[in-house]
């Protein structure tokens, strides 16, 4: 008997660090020039493919993780004794987690010996992963079911957000943008900067002009709410935009010279569908969201 941990492939965690980390990945689906691909970090189509696509102008689209899937995945560890404890991508941003609760209310009727809980992360991306990885280290330490669960609820709330997109049309295409301002914002060189409430929404905090003021701001509102730099690790995701991304890391580790390390990722094409290549984004244990 054992606790298995599963995320989804929304959280953006590298294969190989989902495997140091012995968590189980579920892939949402994506449709690109009409092909439907698992998003499986790269393996069916790799990344810097899916962006290339999209600056060409390829519209893809996204699909969740349906109730029949959970089930599926869900039973054969219930079958097989194990406990699961399922982490999310935000019920705000995607009807997957809904499905995986359904999932549940069912199986525990089925497993009443077993124990299956699902967590709404509330987070998106690589934030969701920063999440997944610090519930998943601290499992090396607890082994009781009950109070792993306590402490991914706990640790929740704490998980901040920060990001800037390069191109307004994306977000447009989401709803998150009015057509018109897109076209605008874009034109000026206008950086959205946004983050992801205690609601697990995407909401916009301010607008830049241009990427270094929209990179400074995401250090500016990091320096309002990081709980503490020292020994945390730093969470920095991209829309293939990797120098960028270093570029960000190299102004957080001057700012503040005692975090553990910073780690990189790829947004993965679910995510990236809808924020665009070119986005970047950052993510700590803070104060408030």
Same mark, same amino acid.
Request: net charge negative.
């Given at each position: 008997?054992?606790?298995?941990? /599963?995320?989804?492939?929304?959280s953006?965690?590298?294969? *190989?660090?989902a495997?140091?980390l012995?968590?189980?990945?579920?892939?949402?689906?994506?449709?690109?020039?009409g092909?439907? /691909?698992?998003?499986?970090?790269?393996?069916s189509?790799?990344?810097?493919?899916? =962006?290339s696509r999209?600056?060409?102008?390829?519209?893809?689209?996204t699909?969740?993780?349906?109730? &029949?899937?959970y089930?599926?995945?869900?039973?054969?560890e219930? !079958?097989?004794g194990?406990?699961? #404890? =399922? #982490?999310?991508?935000?019920?705000?941003? +995607?009807?997957?987690?809904?499905?995986?609760?359904?999932?549940s209310e069912?199986l525990?009727? @089925?497993?009443?010996?077993?124990?299956?809980a699902?967590?709404?992360?509330?987070?998106?991306?690589?934030? *969701?992963?920063? $999440?997944v990885?610090?519930?998943a280290?601290?499992?090396?330490?607890?082994?009781d079911?009950d109070? %792993? /669960? !306590?402490y991914?609820?706990?640790?929740?709330?704490?998980?901040?957000?920060?990001?800037t997109?390069?191109?307004?049309?994306?977000?447009?295409r989401?709803?998150?943008?009015s057509?018109?301002?897109?076209?605008?914002?874009?034109? #000026?060189?206008?950086?959205?900067? #946004?983050?992801?409430d205690? !609601?697990?929404? %995407?909401?916009?905090?301010?607008? &830049?002009?241009?990427?270094?003021?929209?990179? @400074?701001e995401?250090?500016?509102?990091?320096?309002?709410?990081?709980?503490?730099?020292?020994? &945390?690790?730093? $969470?920095?995701?991209?829309?293939?935009?990797?120098? !960028?991304?270093?570029? %960000?890391g190299?102004?957080?580790q001057?700012?503040?010279?005692?975090?553990? &390390?910073?780690?990189?990722? =790829?947004?993965?094409?679910?995510?990236?569908?809808? +924020?665009?290549?070119?986005?970047?984004?950052?993510?700590?244990l803070?104060?408030?969201?």
């Amino acid at each position: 008997m054992a606790i298995k941990l /599963y995320s989804d492939s929304c959280s953006d965690l590298p294969i *190989e660090l989902a495997k140091e980390l012995n968590v189980n990945i579920i892939p949402l689906t994506f449709t690109i020039d009409g092909n439907d /691909y698992p998003d499986d970090f790269g393996k069916s189509m790799p990344i810097t493919e899916f =962006y290339s696509r999209v600056r060409k102008g390829s519209m893809p689209k996204t699909a969740l993780i349906n109730t &029949q899937r959970y089930i599926d995945i869900f039973t054969k560890e219930l !079958e097989a004794g194990n406990d699961v #404890l =399922y #982490l999310g991508f935000s019920s705000a941003l +995607s009807g997957s987690f809904e499905c995986s609760a359904t999932a549940s209310e069912e199986l525990k009727e @089925k497993f009443p010996e077993r124990k299956l809980a699902v967590v709404d992360s509330k987070c998106a991306s690589f934030g *969701e992963g920063l $999440f997944v990885y610090l519930v998943a280290n601290k499992m090396k330490e607890i082994s009781d079911f009950d109070e %792993l /669960y !306590e402490y991914a609820m706990d640790l929740q709330p704490s998980v901040c957000h920060l990001f800037t997109v390069d191109d307004l049309n994306h977000l447009a295409r989401g709803g998150r943008a009015s057509n018109v301002s897109a076209v605008v914002g874009t034109a #000026l060189k206008i950086k959205p900067v #946004l983050h992801v409430d205690d !609601e697990g929404r %995407l909401v916009l905090l301010n607008k &830049q002009r241009g990427r270094i003021k929209a990179l @400074k701001e995401l250090i500016r509102l990091m320096k309002e709410s990081i709980f503490t730099d020292t020994d &945390q690790t730093i $969470f920095v995701s991209h829309g293939d935009c990797l120098d !960028e991304a270093h570029q %960000l890391g190299d102004m957080i580790q001057a700012e503040f010279p005692n975090i553990k &390390q910073i780690m990189y990722s =790829y947004i993965g094409p679910v995510v990236g569908a809808h +924020s665009g290549p070119g986005t970047i984004a950052l993510f700590f244990l803070g104060s408030k969201r």
